[in-house]
């Protein structure tokens, strides 16, 4: 099955500077990769997702960039900001009637300091 | 965004009873829903497929025995923990999706605490 590796466990910035968390996948048939953040006792909430198809899509200050031949992708934010703190998922799933079982990586755990 | 809603937020029972937990798509019909399990600090991990009008699909390790599933609907999806015991404490989120390549919504979570 698939495996999600995700880097790194913590990553604490200072405001306004940028935030990169890094995840690899092991099933090259994966084609959608969503991000989650979410806060304590919350549901995940989408904040990007990207497909096979796309190299790179972004969302104002958040970007998230799929390198299908090395099964990697990351999730980059920029100009963070306090709120921004929170626990972070990447997800890797293959569609068909598979679509929506998402294997999630470990999590990382960002802390924006003001 | 579809609204999936999860019932009761919060749980706490006695060792070896048995809780119910549901999971309903509001607004939307859910022929697909995600049951997941998450421990403190740890991330989501896929436990079953529910498939309604149809046995759900088991992910390797979980019993199916001890989570009984039930997709009776296409609006409402129930896991059953039978015979709870500590171990079984923990943030069970379902999720389903509208059907396509569109997105996975997520319920508030039930937070379960076995005593």
């Known amino acids: 099955g698939e495996n999600v590796e995700q880097h790194p466990s913590t990553l604490s910035v200072q405001e306004g500077d940028s935030a990169v968390i890094k995840c690899t996948y092991s099933?090259?048939?994966?084609?959608?990769f969503p991000w989650y953040k979410q806060e304590l006792g919350k549901r995940p909430q989408l904040i990007i997702d990207i497909r096979s198809n796309v190299g790179e899509k972004k969302d104002q200050r958040i970007a998230v960039t799929l390198n299908k031949t090395a099964k990697h992708f990351s999730l980059h934010i920029t100009e963070t900001q306090p709120e921004d703190s929170a626990v972070y998922f990447c997800a890797a799933s293959f569609g068909g009637t598979s679509y929506g079982k998402l294997t999630f990586g470990q999590g990382t755990i960002l802390t924006v300091h003001p | 965004g579809a609204v999936v809603s999860q019932h009761p937020s919060w749980v706490i029972c006695k060792s070896g009873t048995s809780v119910k937990i549901e999971c309903r798509s509001l607004?939307?019909?859910?022929?697909?829903m995600f049951w997941y399990r998450q421990f403190p600090k740890q991330s989501l991990m896929l436990m079953a497929t529910?498939?309604?009008?149809?046995?759900?699909?088991?992910e390797q390790g979980v019993e199916k025995d001890k989570f009984l599933i039930n997709h009776a609907s296409l609006t409402l999806s129930t896991l059953t923990v039978t015979s709870a015991h500590p171990e079984d404490s923990s943030f069970y989120i379902c999720?389903?999706?509208?059907?396509?390549?569109?997105?996975?919504?997520f319920g508030e979570g039930s937070r379960l605490t076995v005593l």
């Open positions: 607004d939307f019909q859910a022929t697909t």
């Open positions: 099933d090259s048939a994966s084609n959608y």
């Open positions: 999720s389903a999706r509208t059907g396509g390549p569109g997105e996975l919504f």
């Open positions: 529910s498939n309604e009008g149809s046995k759900a699909t088991y």
